[in-house]
């Protein structure tokens, strides 16, 4: 049975800005920017904004998996990292404020684990840069070795191996080297690092309930840092027979997901997942070490044990080896000052410390205040009821949303959908000029960018964006327009997110809803009509996920099995709010009669 979590904590909503400010009090080296709660940012105290000159190395994503990232920021690791809320990646503005603050002339080098919203968000954060003349390289990180090579677009997920690349590259970049070298050196560690998680209990979110899904004789192989579920669920096994399954997986010469042969040379990392005691970790290190020597003919030239990348209060531990050589060694064994490395903290804490200013963003307008009509027009009150059912219907959703998707994700879509759903009631009061259909769409966009974070976050602002691109050509907002508008939304989302029709994704409700409305008023249909049956065709297209495999998001890391019967969370979602906001139009129009 389910119960509470209990945490040390108090608001969860405030639970990352105040593991910030309790880090930045604790390490002297390290400050932060003063954008809470939206921008979460720490930074080397000792770097100037512009003035840097070395090659400025950020990384960053979901919190929840501390140390890690923050706790790596130092000289010769990370000059910044970025938080986004627990288990969602940061926004794009967060991404850039972090690139500006510390961003010299050397530039700067973004090192970004294998999620797709992660992708999406560092990646879209680096055009941005790059267009403010920045220099910019990227590199992704996937050393997950536990499933099998991975279907569709997804990729391999990012774990504990991406904080040997973060030091790597840190050490890099603080021995001067140009941006193209730094980034050459990451990109070869990100290649020859491969890690696999084993865990003996689910991690519990903040301010949510623990997961029954593990028995407590029971131990899951192969999960990921999130939370989802891994590749199969065993009895528990003594920590040498786990150790043995695991290093056999990693080293495979099936999947051969590392260039590891008898001969090679490599450094082992046996990581916390942060609920296992470090008498624990040493245990499976010292199985770990005679087993790659005498099984596997691998010479150990480093062992890192401690707690680097978690996953919340997680019990259990990953396993990390990199294919080690002259240069690699170099780097690990630079000096550095970062605080959750290995090595001990140094320095006085100051008496007090002040936030750094967040930097201002260039396409900034502090005069451009946008403010509701006094008097809405007849479109502007279809549009608020449309909007305010839509987020209702969201906000009671939530509990059902992070039910579903507990079982098949990460557990946060409901509390990530309502925390955009609340902010859009709000700003609807004060800031949306309802009159102006395309000006409401890319405010709600701005809304949701601001608030949401994770993939969920940046998949409907690119959503909303595309709509206002689209209903800003039209002088005058007619069904036609937003059914051109849909159109385009659902296309922008595919091309960016790099899913489709059958991926398991809210697109799964959007498509068919697309193309039934575009269809019903091609026919001449009465459009509120059209409306309301687009909206059952995006409910049946949600109801169809039961059946698909998945094909991106991290759904796809989870067997078919475990996601049968189950909705994909996203298209429920979606499909939820589309047919609230067809209803709302009818009972504006044609009253409560059916």
């Avoid at 996953?311 to 550095?336: C, F, Q, V, Y």
Wanted: aromatic share 4%; glycine share 10%; proline share 6%.
């Amino acid at each position: 049975m389910a119960f509470q979590g209990k945490k040390l904590i108090n608001n969860p909503d405030d639970v990352v800005t105040e593991f910030i400010e309790g880090l930045v009090e604790t390490y002297p080296g390290l400050q932060y920017l003063d954008g809470f709660p939206q921008i979460k940012v720490v930074l080397r105290a000792d770097v100037e904004r512009g003035a840097y000159d070395k090659v400025a190395v950020i990384s960053g994503g979901g919190s929840g998996h501390e140390p890690a990232h923050a706790g790596f920021v130092g000289p010769g690791m990370l000059t910044a990292a970025v938080s986004g809320d627990v288990f969602a990646s940061p926004p794009v503005d967060s991404i850039l404020a972090a690139i500006r603050a510390v961003t010299g002339p050397m530039g700067c080098l973004l090192i970004v684990k294998n999620y797709t919203g992660d992708r999406l968000n560092f990646g879209l954060a680096a055009e941005q840069a790059k267009s403010e003349g920045y220099k910019m390289e990227m590199v992704i990180v996937g050393d997950d070795c536990a499933l099998p090579p991975p279907r569709g677009i997804t990729g391999r997920r990012g774990l504990a191996g991406t904080v040997l690349v973060h030091k790597v590259a840190g050490a890099a970049a603080d021995a001067g080297l140009s941006l193209a070298d730094v980034a050459a050196e990451a990109k070869h560690a990100s290649e020859v690092v491969g890690t696999m998680g084993v865990a003996l209990s689910v991690c519990t979110l903040p301010g949510q309930v623990t997961s029954d899904r593990l028995s407590p004789k029971q131990m899951e192989l192969g999960l990921g840092i999130h939370g989802e579920p891994g590749v199969a669920v065993v009895e528990l096994q003594p920590v040498d027979v786990v150790v043995e399954h695991v290093l056999k997986q990693i080293l495979s010469q099936e999947t051969q997901y590392l260039p590891i042969t008898r001969g090679s040379n490599a450094v082992l990392l046996i990581n916390g997942l942060g609920a296992t005691p470090i008498m624990e970790l040493m245990i499976a290190a010292r199985k770990a070490v005679p087993e790659l020597q005498l099984e596997y003919g691998i010479a150990v030239d480093r062992v890192y044990t401690g707690t680097l990348m978690t996953s919340l209060d997680m019990a259990g531990l990953s396993i990390t080896i990199m294919k080690s050589d002259e240069n690699i060694l170099k780097r690990l064994d630079a000096p550095t000052k970062a605080p959750a490395w290995p090595v001990g903290s140094e320095g006085n804490r100051p008496p007090a410390k002040f936030p750094v200013p967040v930097p201002p963003s260039p396409s900034m307008k502090d005069d451009e205040i946008l403010t509701q009509p006094q008097e809405l027009s007849k479109q502007g009150c279809i549009l608020e009821a449309a909007i305010e059912a839509s987020a209702t219907e969201i906000i009671n959703l939530k509990d059902s949303l992070n039910e579903w998707d507990n079982k098949v994700g990460d557990g946060d879509c409901g509390t990530t959908m309502y925390r955009g759903a609340t902010a859009i009631l709000e700003d609807m009061k004060k800031r949306y000029p309802m009159n102006d259909a395309a000006g409401t769409i890319n405010e709600i966009g701005a809304t949701i960018r601001r608030v949401m974070g994770g993939t969920s976050g940046i998949l409907y602002d690119i959503l909303f964006k595309a709509a206002y691109a689209s209903l800003k050509q039209s002088r005058t907002v007619t069904a036609n327009e937003w059914a051109d508008a849909l159109e385009a939304s659902v296309a922008a989302v595919s091309k960016y997110g790099g899913a489709s029709a059958g991926y398991r994704t809210m697109l799964d409700a959007l498509i068919p809803a697309s193309t039934v409305l575009k269809q019903r008023l091609k026919a001449g249909e009465d459009p509120v009509t059209a409306f309301i049956a687009s909206s059952e065709a995006a409910s049946a297209g949600a109801e169809s996920t039961k059946q698909m495999q998945a094909k991106a998001g991290r759904s796809s890391y989870i067997a078919p099995d475990l996601l049968a019967s189950i909705p994909d969370p996203g298209a429920m979602a979606a499909a939820a709010w589309y047919r609230a906001a067809a209803l709302a139009v009818k009972n504006k129009l044609h009253g409560s009669k059916t």
